[in-house]
C-alpha cells in the first residue's frame, strides 16, 4: 500500500465552475504526479511535483493549476472548468526517495463537467 | 516528439492461449521501459526494463527489451480470465523524471 487518497472520487460540476482535486500522501514522498486517461488516449502527464513549491508542466497543462504547499499534499485546480476536462484523474508518486520510474497510483477521481 | 506506440491496440483470446504485446518508442535520453497492468481501476507495476536482452520474468508474464531497435514486448503464456486488463507501457527518459505512456493494449482472455 503506497498510502495515496484522492478526493474526492466522483464530482459532477457545470462548465465554468472552479474543481480543485487533492492527492494526499502518509509517507513523505518527494515525486507526486497527476495525469488524466481518456479513452483513446491513454495516460496523460498535467503536472508533476518533485517538491514543496517545486513544480513543473507535463503535456497537458493546459487549463490546469496545482500547488505543493507540503509534502502530503498535491492538489490540481481546474480554475473554470470545460467539457473537454471531462476524465478520470489518477495522482501517483514514487516510493523511492530517487527518482527511479516506478510510480503508484491512487484510485482515481471520477471528474464530469456538464 | 518523443512518443510511445503500443500494438495491438486491442486483443481477444480464449484461455490457455499465449499472447505477445508490443511497445515501439522514440525517445531522446532513454533510461527505461516500463510496463504496467490496469484492471478496472489504477495502474499497477510490472517490470522495468533497462538493459537489452534481459529477461524480466513473473509468474507467467515476461518481458524483454531491444533498445537497438527500440522496442519491447509483453508476453503472457497460458492465459486466464483474470489477465484480462489494459496493459501500460511507459518510457522513462532522461530529460526530467516523469514517464510517456502508450495508449495501452486492451487485452480480453475469455473463458
Known amino acids: 500500500d503506497a498510502g495515496i487518497t484522492q478526493s474526492p472520487r466522483h464530482k459532477v460540476t457545470e462548465t465554468g465552475t472552479p474543481v480543485t482535486l487533492r492527492c494526499h500522501q502518509t509517507e513523505n514522498h518527494r515525486y507526486m504526479y497527476w495525469y488524466r486517461q481518456d479513452p483513446g488516449h491513454g495516460l496523460r502527464l498535467i503536472h508533476y511535483?518533485?517538491?514543496?513549491?517545486?513544480?513543473d508542466k507535463g503535456e497537458v497543462s493546459d487549463g490546469y493549476s496545482v500547488s505543493r504547499s507540503k509534502t502530503e499534499d498535491f492538489l490540481l485546480t481546474l480554475e473554470s472548468a470545460t467539457s473537454s476536462q471531462t476524465s478520470v484523474y489518477f495522482c501517483a508518486i514514487t516510493q523511492d526517495r530517487t527518482y527511479t520510474g516506478e510510480l503508484f497510483f491512487g484510485e482515481g477521481s471520477r471528474l464530469t463537467v456538464l | 516528439e518523443d512518443k510511445v506506440v503500443q500494438s495491438p491496440l486491442s486483443l481477444v483470446v480464449h484461455e490457455g492461449d499465449t499472447v505477445t504485446l508490443n511497445c515501439s518508442y522514440e525517445?531522446?535520453?532513454?533510461?527505461?521501459l516500463l510496463w504496467y497492468k490496469q484492471e478496472k481501476k489504477a495502474p499497477t507495476f510490472l517490470f522495468m526494463l533497462t538493459s537489452s536482452g534481459i529477461e524480466k520474468k513473473s509468474g507467467r508474464l515476461s518481458s524483454i527489451l531491444d533498445k537497438k531497435e527500440l522496442f519491447s514486448i509483453l508476453n503472457i503464456t497460458a492465459t486466464q480470465t483474470g489477465d484480462s486488463a489494459v496493459y501500460l507501457c511507459?518510457?522513462?527518459?532522461?530529460?526530467?523524471?516523469?514517464?510517456?505512456f502508450g495508449k495501452g493494449t486492451k487485452l480480453t482472455v475469455n473463458p
Open positions: 525517445v531522446t535520453n532513454f533510461r527505461s
Open positions: 511507459a518510457v522513462d527518459w532522461g530529460g526530467s523524471e516523469k514517464l510517456v
Open positions: 511535483s518533485y517538491g514543496v513549491k517545486d513544480t
